[in-house]
């Protein structure tokens, strides 16, 4: 961020959007359920932000955040273990 | 003769075999357009796997967070580049790939020294809190041997902790180890009284690795600091648990552990107090890293790791507290809701909650978790767990030995969902009713007969 630019709702909406997807892609139960769990936790916790400095400052966290979690779906991917966690096999 | 007659004919099968088997796959071959390497022995089918004779075709869900945890994405997203281009010894001064590892190995030091309150200047890598242990309890004693003959610390510790003060008695030093309370907790009556003029180091543990109880250590820290003795903790259950301030404890020095705080292992560091200076006698000699203090190339990978995993949990620790809280009383409701005769080890209130150790009467332990196979628990610590023994560290609480018999550990971490709980309860209180149905001493309790006054026939 550059200058204190105002960040639209759109904006906002649109990377928690792309993070509960990526969150999706891990193939790992655990750190799958995290991510979803972190992402919904964090934009719920900075829902009432209102100076503009704040929420540039969690915007671009947030950026960050989605940028890890493309590359380490994809390593997570790549090293899946043949056999899935109990928690898949028979959802209750 | 007939013996003879069999070993030969034995010894054709075995002879015709092998060519008959060679005939085939040529014949194979010939056929195939190309030969096919033989198939690797297999361990993984469609089924599941199988180790150590044990078919197993799930994961089983993972609460033992005591003995290690997993390693977070985003710590791993740190590391990986210096298992990549980056991978210059931090000691190399005369190129960029030295440089830029000594300059990553640097943020991850203040990043660790930023977690427990301390200057980056008084953290010293080493490859864990094991190491780090040993270095603190040898080290110093040996460092002021001439005037320093006595170490106290407590029954409770880890075994690190414990062998490096039977190593130091073998060598004519005196050590004291104090008891604890039912609770598990340090009285620190007992602690002053022991302290003497020759005292040399008071080591008490932070959060103990087996029922998860917090002792006193600012109260320790105080008696120390009054009494002027070099005080060690061992942390590496407490780092990114509960908040550590080096200048409330008043330590000297702390041992701290990369892989219990979702970071690598391999790597752990060691908190070395500047001012009142402490110092130690090297236990690896070398090259100087480390100032001296734990020569050997620094791996900065790990190093790396460590410390986005103490940046991670020192922005984290509030929200994973909270969890840890929740899904800890969810576990402790849903098992007590369905069974009696359940017992928690250690204090309840000074306790961290992602430890719940637990006894259940009138089970066998080794039998539960056994019949646990799709929850990975252990008893007690990894090091002495797979042993019949009762664990020390609840003998020392004078829990009895039958109840020493039945405890399970429950780690709860960042990554634990409340469905794993859930699963958790189920399958705890499936196996233990099914023992207990089991059991003629269960059977006999609810008959209203007191086990304790039943005098059994020696044999």
């Known amino acids: 961020m550059a200058a204190i630019s105002s960040i639209s709702r759109a904006e906002v909406l649109s990377l928690y959007r792309s993070l509960l997807r990526t969150a999706r892609q891990f193939c790992d139960y655990n750190i799958r359920e995290y991510s979803k769990r972190r992402t919904i936790d964090a934009f719920r916790e900075n829902r009432a932000l209102t100076d503009p400095a704040s929420i540039s400052a969690a915007y671009s966290g947030g950026k960050s955040q989605l940028e890890i979690a493309k590359r380490q779906a994809v390593v997570y991917s790549l090293y899946a273990p043949k056999i899935k966690s109990v928690m898949e096999i028979r959802p209750n | ?459």
Request: net charge neutral; with cysteine; glycine share 8%.
């Open chain 2, 1 to 459: 003769m007939a013996s003879k007659l069999l070993a030969s004919s034995l010894l054709r099968q075995t002879l015709t075999k092998p060519a008959a088997r060679r005939l085939s796959t040529a014949a194979a071959a010939a056929t195939a357009t190309e030969p096919s390497p033989p198939p690797p022995p297999q361990l993984v089918d469609d089924e599941g796997v199988t180790i150590k004779g044990v078919k197993i075709s799930a994961r089983p869900l993972y609460l033992d967070m005591q003995a290690t945890s997993p390693v977070d994405p985003r710590v791993l997203d740190a590391m990986l580049p210096y298992y990549m281009a980056r991978y210059g010894n931090p000691h190399s001064r005369t190129h960029l790939y030295g440089w830029e590892s000594d300059q990553a190995v640097e943020t991850a030091r203040a990043q660790v020294a930023d977690l427990i309150g301390a200057s980056p200047k008084e953290i010293v890598f080493t490859s864990g809190a094991t190491e780090s242990n040993n270095i603190s309890i040898k080290g110093v004693m040996k460092f002021y041997k001439e005037k320093k003959r006595h170490v106290i610390t407590t029954q409770t510790e880890h075994k690190c902790v414990l062998d490096s003060c039977r190593h130091l008695q073998q060598e004519g030093f005196e050590v004291t180890y104090l008891p604890v309370g039912p609770d598990g907790i340090v009285d620190l009556e007992q602690l002053r009284a022991a302290i003497r003029p020759d005292t040399g180091l008071v080591s008490v543990m932070a959060v103990n690795n087996e029922i998860g109880v917090i002792q006193p250590l600012e109260e320790i820290g105080r008696i120390c600091k009054e009494l002027k003795v070099p005080f060690h903790t061992d942390a590496a259950q407490a780092l990114g648990k509960i908040p550590i301030d080096v200048e409330k404890w008043n330590v000297s020095l702390m041992s701290l552990s990369g892989h219990k705080v979702y970071g690598p292992k391999g790597v752990g560091a060691l908190y070395m107090r500047r001012r009142p200076r402490i110092r130690v006698e090297p236990q690896m000699n070398g090259g100087g890293q480390e100032r001296g203090i734990r020569s050997g190339t620094v791996p900065t990978p790990l190093v790396v790791g460590m410390g986005a995993a103490c940046e991670l949990a020192k922005k984290e620790m509030g929200y994973d507290e909270r969890r840890t809280e929740a899904l800890q009383q969810r576990l402790l409701d849903g098992i007590r809701a369905k069974l009696d005769g359940v017992v928690v080890n250690g204090s309840v209130e000074r306790r961290y909650a992602g430890n719940l150790n637990i006894s259940f009467a009138y089970v066998e332990g080794e039998s539960l978790l056994m019949g646990l196979k799709d929850v990975a628990v252990s008893s007690g610590s990894a090091c002495t767990s797979a042993s019949l023994e009762p664990s020390y560290v609840l003998r020392a609480l004078g829990v009895d030995e039958d109840m020493a018999h039945t405890s399970i550990r429950f780690g709860i971490g960042r990554f634990t969902t409340e469905e794993e709980i859930d699963r958790a309860v189920e399958l705890t209180v499936q196996q233990v009713e099914k023992l207990r149905e089991m059991s003629p001493l269960y059977e006999m309790v609810k008959e209203g007969i007191d086990i304790k006054q039943i005098q059994w026939a020696q044999h």
